[in-house]
């Protein structure tokens, strides 16, 4: 009987133990409402926004929703194939399409900085090519409101 009873106190006591450790939750400040960074990728000379660059910005809007935007920048690049104002103009229109999905998605347009910089940065001193220049890099600053 004495053994059944130091059992049964035994596991009252490590259930009462694991009742008062705090959670992950409780330990670890949440993270929303932070700043949000992701890219759009783009095929050669193209500026149309692919299902998949549609959903990673989709993502991207609902990860700050509710949040106070500070900011969104958005910064149209291009790779260094092509004239420099094809490039730049290539790049601009990239940004744009980024930014009219975002809109779209909800983000407040007031607090839109477009950006493009073509070619610009697409060789490296040496002058090899910049690997995965075809894309629109977007930061969107977000806090608690």
Known sequence: ????????IGVALAAAGC???????????????????????????QTSLTPVAREAIRLGAQQVAGCAIERVRVLGLADAQGGATANLNL???RAQSVTAALEADGLPVPTFEVQAAGASGAT???GANA??????EVLIE???R
Do not use: H, K, W
């Open 1 to 8: 009987m004495r053994v059944i009873a130091a059992g049964l």
């Open 124 to 126: 490296t001193p040496q």
């Open 19 to 45: 009742a008062s450790r705090p959670s992950r939750d409780d330990l670890v400040e949440r993270t929303d409402c932070a700043p949000v960074r992701f890219d759009i990728y783009f095929a050669n000379d």
């Open 131 to 136: 690997p995965m220049r075809r894309r629109t």
């Open 142 to 144: 977000a806090r608690p």
């Open 91 to 93: 790049s601009e229109r």
